[in-house]
């Protein structure tokens, strides 16, 4: 009896322990599933390595649900072996009791002890363990509820992590179409840097064609003036001619230096048309309509930031105008007067001092004279000034070609006055007449050999800037437009071809 009392209480202790343990776990596991669920789901594009993590943790903890149902089901099979045997030996030993108590009975009624009174019975075991089994089979009964609640957390959860894996494949998909897109915009920054390039490259070599082109015209300038100062020493040896007796020697020296400056004239002129036909090229080299495409997609990328850069240059332009009216008010009356000044040097080859030089104080003439710039530096500089303006606004353009047609009109009214002052020269005799008309016949068709080929050069630079402009204006400001307009570069770049 007390072996089977000791055995009982044991069953019973073990049973207490594994049920405070398995309860201690399902309320960690309660709270770990709690504190789960109040977490926020990972956002779609989380890293991978996190969704992995999340999938292992809920895998650990379903094997360990799985293993607490088999180990619980193990204890209950237990339990059920232990109550069959200790009701089997309950009855034996509740059997045994009986018989020992009649036993027991016997030789006391034999005796007769009235003043005696009946021993206290022993409270019947059998009570006991019936109690003890509807115990147990209420823990079987919560242990079975607890194993349904924690199979419906184990669909739970694995309907959360199908969930978390076809979030992660959405996630894959847009990281795809992500990097699809980048590599898109990447090609097609290449492409908007490699029309950038020849861009840039067709503006150098236009602003290298436009620095020739103004070394051209301060020789073309200087070749003037020396022509000019030529014909009035032809006109002075015509003069002489004519009060000689023998003029045919002078005047053969004249045609031969007339026929020299001719060759001079006819060289320059077929260098100016070479050059004419290199800029021709030049510009007939289009671009493929691939590449204006590509710089299309590219440029409409980049307008925003286009509209952006324009606004900010205009906002300078606007302060640069303001800064130059208030601190140059004379600008204007310094560019006429350095006109002027060219004018005159042109007409009578007199090296002046630029309009805003001073000679300062303790300088003699020497010093004065070796700062002097010849005529043709004095032109060059004149000319890069109005030209930087005429880029600036087009009220500036249109003054440069009021300039240019000024100084055509000079030199003609300076032909028409040397033509009309050739009869108030002396009267020559009749014997000279004929010679002093041939030479005069020669000095004026030299003299509009090179008007002419002043007017040809003025056309040349007319041209120049023509295809100069355009090419600064679409490697600057007009980027933006060509969205509208795909073939206006073509138009701008090809169309003065």
């Avoid at 003043?115 to 823990?139: G, M, S």
């Avoid at 080929?453 to 090419?471: D, E, G, H, I």
């Avoid at 600057?476 to 307009?485: A, E, G, K, R």
Wanted: charged share 30%; with cysteine; aromatic share 4%.
């Amino acid at each position: 009896m007390t072996w089977a009392g000791e055995g009982v209480g044991q069953l019973e202790a073990i049973l207490e322990s594994e049920s405070s343990e398995e309860e201690e776990e399902e309320e960690e596991d309660d709270e770990e599933e709690e504190s789960a669920m109040v977490q926020q789901h990972p956002p779609v594009g989380q890293e991978v390595g996190e969704a992995e993590e999340r999938l292992a943790e809920l895998e650990q903890a379903s094997q360990a649900l799985l293993a607490e149902l088999s180990a619980l089901e193990t204890e209950f099979e237990i339990e059920r072996t232990c109550r069959q045997r200790a009701e089997a030996y309950a009855a034996q030993v509740k059997q045994e009791n009986k018989q020992l108590k009649r036993l027991s009975l016997a030789p006391m009624a034999s005796l007769a002890l009235p003043e005696e009174e009946p021993p206290e019975e022993d409270p019947d075991p059998a009570q006991c363990y019936r109690q003890q089994l509807e115990d147990l089979q209420e823990k079987i009964s919560w242990l079975l509820e607890q194993r349904k609640d924690l199979t419906i957390q184990v669909q739970e959860l694995q309907k959360q992590n199908q969930d978390l894996k076809d979030q992660l494949e959405t996630g894959q998909e847009e990281r795809q179409r992500l990097r699809a897109a980048l590599g898109t915009s990447q090609r097609a920054l290449k492409s908007f840097k490699r029309v950038s390039q020849i861009v840039t490259q067709d503006y150098c070599d236009a602003m290298q064609q436009l620095e020739l082109e103004q070394d051209l015209r301060l020789h073309a300038e200087s070749f003037a003036h020396e022509m000019l100062m030529q014909k009035k020493e032809a006109n002075r040896q015509s003069t002489i001619l004519l009060q000689t007796s023998e003029p045919s020697a002078q005047l053969l020296a004249a045609l031969q230096e007339v026929g020299r400056l001719t060759r001079v004239l006819e060289e320059s002129r077929q260098q100016q048309q070479q050059q004419v036909k290199e800029l021709e090229e030049q510009l007939g080299r289009r671009p493929e309509p691939e590449e204006l495409d590509m710089a299309q997609a590219a440029l409409a990328a980049a307008e925003d930031e286009k509209l952006q850069l324009r606004k900010r240059l205009q906002e300078a332009e606007g302060r640069l105008v303001k800064l130059e009216e208030e601190g140059k008010p004379e600008a204007d009356d310094a560019k006429a007067r350095a006109v002027q000044e060219m004018m005159e040097r042109i007409k009578n080859g007199v090296v002046l001092r630029p309009a805003k030089e001073r000679v300062p104080l303790g300088q003699g003439p020497a010093a004065a004279a070796s700062k002097r710039r010849s005529a043709a530096m004095e032109l060059q500089v004149i000319l890069g000034a109005t030209r930087r303006v005429s880029r600036r606004t087009s009220g500036r353009k249109s003054s440069l070609k009021g300039r240019d047609r000024q100084l055509e009109a000079i030199l003609q009214r300076r032909r028409r006055a040397v033509d009309t002052s050739a009869p108030a020269l002396p009267a020559p005799t009749q014997q000279d007449h004929g010679d002093a008309g041939a030479v005069g016949r020669l000095d004026t068709a030299h003299f509009k050999g090179v008007s002419s080929a002043l007017r040809q050069f003025f056309t040349y630079s007319s041209k120049v800037n023509s295809f100069v402009q355009p090419s600064f204006e679409l490697a600057h400001h007009n980027f933006s437009n060509t969205q509208q307009d795909p073939w206006r570069c073509w138009n701008i770049l090809g169309g003065r071809g």
